[in-house]
């Protein structure tokens, strides 16, 4: 077609056919921004707004602050709770995360196969989900008390040691750890669960037809088909497990991470640097510095998916 | 739940935007409001007044309606916190911006920082008040200019609480008066006859050396901050490092190693681990519902050291109110000896007004009432008034709490847990605090 027409057109329209045109063209725009001015209002004002605190001596009473320049960057990051709390993050969340992504593969296997009262089952795995996180903690805080805890009481009865699971470093992560992984790994499970019911049936056929055996056909047909989703859970609980904060926080009674900070997380010493010390600069600093330390993480979460996704394409082609 | 924190702090930070806005006009308008006086006669303009409390301060709606039979013109509602803790943060996320309460309560453990903004809170000195409370109580709440910052409602004086069957066991007296004149004493003393009561048989002595050292730093008059300049001298002053060693070496043998309000300690209150007990009043209604089953506690009239307070309230009113006058009328009636008296009988929060403190019987009836087993009958005495009546006269150091207080009391504290729990020994845990309370500020 020759553009004349159209330009023609274009000259010829009355006022209602050029509102129609707007109409067509900024709708779209129109339809979305209702998000984008809410996103503005609650995600990128108070992300700038804490860049600005962060800047400055702030007294949250009197809202006014002195400009400092970087200053509560370099105190935060020559602190040693901050190390500390980064430590224990990244402990804890490859503690929680890394079996919780095995056991809900597994556990989602399981379910894939034909069993009877199926709905029961999946219900069942994603229960602890429902049950409120800080209800949660309480109930495992008391079964890992160091003296009367129901764990030690246990171990004691078989003849072992009790563990000091609120002073010593590891036993407080894999505490805390272990409630995050009663609370999400049936969550995930049920996840892996929908992407290993898509995997077309003809394949296990197939591969049983030649004789593989059901752990081969576990790693050679559902691993590689459900690779996208576990990217997905892989990169949510990377996320979460960043953020990591009521379970930690309602780990002892006083809730600021133990006597040498075993237990505390970096979303805890932003919110005791705030809302204990009421040092808001500081705490929109640390704010500052957990958000880089996020994104940096996703993307290198997302050029290991790349790669991954990359990989899967050309072992197709061949 | 962490996301909705981190949005919860760039809420706080965008309102503080809006805020600045706020201040502005409350700052120009509420002088003017207080200034016309109309709260000044009764049958006034009708006043509705918010009182924000927590926990129990035990103003019961029968008692609020007392207030406003005799003011017909005022309404009062009351606002209850969970706890201190969820009080404080509402108290110092509003006090600039606005939006609290006419009468806030605020709770001693965070006067110092309230004191910092003393000039956002009305000044409460009048003639009619004069000499109301103990001296040590209004001085805590005045600040250098002299201006009083808060009416005080309830005290924590300390005694002991004990055991009077583990005390039979291991051969030590049991009888209040007895085991009073036993443990009359320093600290040095109280841990004598801890080892006394070992050698007798008995298990341990104290819970913990966190709750200990507590009792014990209360009667330093200037533990961590010089009251002059507001420096930190926590790491300077011998007597902290000499309390901290001493309470360390007889925790080892003496202790019950649980730290106060864990799992652990409720579970050892109920299952009788310890001897004694640092009791404020307060701390009598803890110990009957951690054991409700135990009937040998009982309390003795005497505290090492001389006398100690742990814990007790004030009411502020904040200057961005819009009722001044009518809200200072309210926190003084609350206040009052006669209210407070009513308020010990409800929640068994113990008066800090010498009128009150003076009329025994009125106490200890208090102490009386109340749900069967009523604390006198739980802690096998009539005279629970008499013994803390005694224990808040005993009180004669108003420690200096400043701005630093509480991050350096907290990093003691948690030297003194690293101890307990055996992940390091005195010397190396010391070091850390030093170290730790070094970078503060």
């Known amino acids: 077609m020759t553009t004349t027409p159209v330009r023609r057109e274009t000259r010829s329209l009355t006022a209602r056919q050029r509102l129609g045109r707007l109409d067509v063209k900024l709708s779209p725009y129109l339809y979305i921004a209702p998000f984008f001015i809410v996103f503005g209002i609650v995600g990128i004002f108070p992300i700038l707004y804490t860049a600005y605190i962060s800047l400055q001596d702030w007294d949250l009473v009197r809202n006014t602050g002195e400009y400092i320049g970087f200053e509560h960057f370099t105190w935060v990051l020559q602190d040693r709770e901050f190390w500390i709390a980064l430590r ?38 994603l229960l602890p989900y429902v049950v409120a996180p800080v209800a ?88 590689p088909q459900i690779r996208p989703t576990l990217i997905f859970v892989i990169l949510t609980s990377t996320i979460g497990g960043l953020q990591i904060f009521d379970e930690p926080r309602m780990y002892d009674q006083t809730g600021t991470g133990g006597a040498n900070k075993q237990w505390l997380t970096l979303t805890m010493y932003l919110y005791n640097t705030g809302w204990g010390k009421f040092d808001f600069g500081r705490a929109a600093a640390i704010a500052w510095i957990l958000f880089l330390i996020i994104v940096a993480f996703s993307l290198i979460n997302f050029f290991i998916t790349r790669r991954l996704v990359a990989d899967d394409a050309s072992g197709g082609k061949r | 739940m962490s996301v909705s924190r981190k949005a919860s702090l760039g809420m706080v930070a965008g309102t503080a935007a809006f805020a600045i806005a706020l201040t502005g006009c409350g700052g120009s308008s509420s002088p003017e409001g207080s200034s016309s006086a109309d709260g000044d006669t009764t049958g006034g303009e009708p006043v509705t007044l918010t009182v924000a409390t927590f926990n129990d301060f035990g103003y019961t709606d029968a008692l609020l309606q007392e207030y406003m039979d005799a003011n017909p013109n005022v309404t009062v509602v009351q606002n209850i916190a969970a706890t201190s803790n969820d009080a404080r943060t509402n108290y110092f996320a509003k006090l600039g911006a606005g939006g609290l309460a006419d009468v806030e309560a605020i709770e001693v453990d965070w006067l110092p920082e309230v004191m910092q903004y003393a000039d956002l809170v009305e000044d409460l000195s009048s003639a009619d008040v004069e000499g109301r409370w103990l001296d040590w109580k209004t001085e805590a709440a005045t600040d250098p200019d002299g201006r009083l910052i808060g009416y005080g409602t309830d005290i924590g004086p300390e005694a002991i609480c004990y055991d009077a069957a583990k005390f039979e066991a291991a051969g030590l007296p049991t009888d209040p008066a007895e085991v009073a004149s036993l443990l009359e004493g320093d600290w040095a003393h109280y841990f004598e006859v801890g080892e006394q009561y070992q050698a007798g048989g008995g298990g341990a002595w104290f819970e913990s050396a966190n709750a200990t050292y507590q009792g014990m730093i209360n009667q ?176 004669s150091v108003a420690p200096f709490k400043g701005e630093f207080y509480f991050q350096v009391n907290d990093i003691i504290q948690n030297a003194l847990t690293r101890v307990e729990d055996g992940s390091q020994d005195a010397t190396t845990s010391w070091d850390q605090a030093v170290a730790e309370i070094s970078a503060l500020g």
């Open chain 1, 88 to 125: 224990n993050t990244f402990s804890i969340f490859l503690l929680s995360s890394v079996p919780q992504i095995l056991v809900a593969t597994f556990i989602a296997y399981q379910l894939d196969h034909n069993l009877r009262a199926k709905t029961f089952w999946r219900m069942g795995v």
């Open chain 1, 136 to 223: 949660v903690a309480l109930i495992f805080s008391n079964m890992f008390g160091d003296k009367y805890g129901l764990v030690n009481t246990v171990l004691n009865d078989l003849g072992l040691n009790s563990i000091l699971w609120h002073t010593d470093v590891i036993p407080s992560h894999i505490a805390i750890a272990t409630m995050v992984n009663f609370r999400w790994t049936g969550y995930n499970a049920l996840i892996l669960l929908a992407a290993m019911q898509a995997i077309p049936r003809d394949l296990y056929e197939a591969a049983a037809i030649d004789g593989a055996s059901s752990l081969r056909r576990f790693f050679s047909v559902t691993v």
């Open chain 2, 220 to 395: 330093v008059a200037a533990a961590y901050e010089d009251p002059d300049t507001g420096e930190i001298i926590a790491t300077d002053n011998a007597e902290v490092k000499d309390l901290f060693m001493q309470v360390t070496e007889a925790a080892g043998d003496l202790s019950a190693h649980l730290p106060q309000w864990s799992d652990d300690w409720f579970a050892g209150l109920a299952q009788s681990e310890f001897a004694t007990l640092l009791c404020p009043g307060w701390m009598l209604g803890v110990v009957q519902g951690a054991a409700p089953d135990t009937t040998t506690w009982n309390v003795a009239d005497v505290f090492p050291g001389g006398g100690g307070n742990w814990g007790g309230s004030y009411l502020t009113v904040p200057s961005s109110g819009e009722n001044l006058e009518e809200a200072k009328k309210l926190a003084a009636w609350l206040t009052a000896p006669e209210q407070q008296l009513k308020a010990l009988a409800a929640a068994g929060t113990f008066p800090s007004q010498t009128d009150a403190l003076a009329d025994l019987d009125a106490i200890n009836a208090a102490f009386a009432s109340g749900d069967s087993p009523t604390k006198a009958e739980y802690f096998n005495t009539d005279s629970l008034g008499d013994i803390f009546s005694s224990r808040a006269d005993a009180v």
